[in-house]
């Protein structure tokens, strides 16, 4: 099972651009459906970027479509999620999360068809 450790968060200003990093321990990584969640304070957590284990499937919430781009680096054992143009409705904790094999062609929303998750890193947009 993979062990998924986020990094990147921090304070930044409304229009600035964010990199986060999940790094994944164990050795197939390279099997693993990973996304982005995100959770806002009072709020419940929500999906916002996925990835199929060849990254030739790449899906987003619609509220971050366009400004966001998930990807991953295999040799690495890594996944990314840029985040550009920033504004305060983005401020939330983001998770990372992996699901084991699964169709590259398929696509996962919701937090219960992953297997494993991270603790989390803060992100919090100042206007």
């Known amino acids: 099972q993979l062990q998924p450790v986020e990094s990147g968060g921090g304070l930044v200003q409304a229009g600035d651009s964010l990199r986060l990093s999940c790094a994944a321990s164990?050795?197939?990584?390279?099997?693993?459906?990973m996304a982005w969640f995100r959770q806002a304070a009072g709020k419940e957590r929500e999906f916002v970027a996925g990835?199929?284990?060849?990254?030739?499937?790449?899906y987003y919430a619609a509220s971050v479509k366009g400004r966001f781009i998930i990807s991953r680096d295999n040799a690495r054992n890594t996944a990314y999620l840029q985040m550009n143009n920033l504004n305060s409705e983005v401020t939330a904790v983001y998770s990372c999360?992996?699901?084991?094999?699964?169709?590259?062609?398929?696509?996962?929303?919701?937090?219960?068809?992953?297997?494993?998750w991270g603790q989390g890193t803060q992100v919090t947009v100042s206007s």
């Open positions: 164990g050795r197939t990584f390279s099997s693993h459906h």
């Open positions: 990835i199929s284990w060849s990254a030739r499937n790449t």
């Open positions: 999360a992996a699901r084991f094999g699964g169709s590259s062609n398929s696509r996962y929303y919701t937090d219960t068809d992953f297997d494993s």
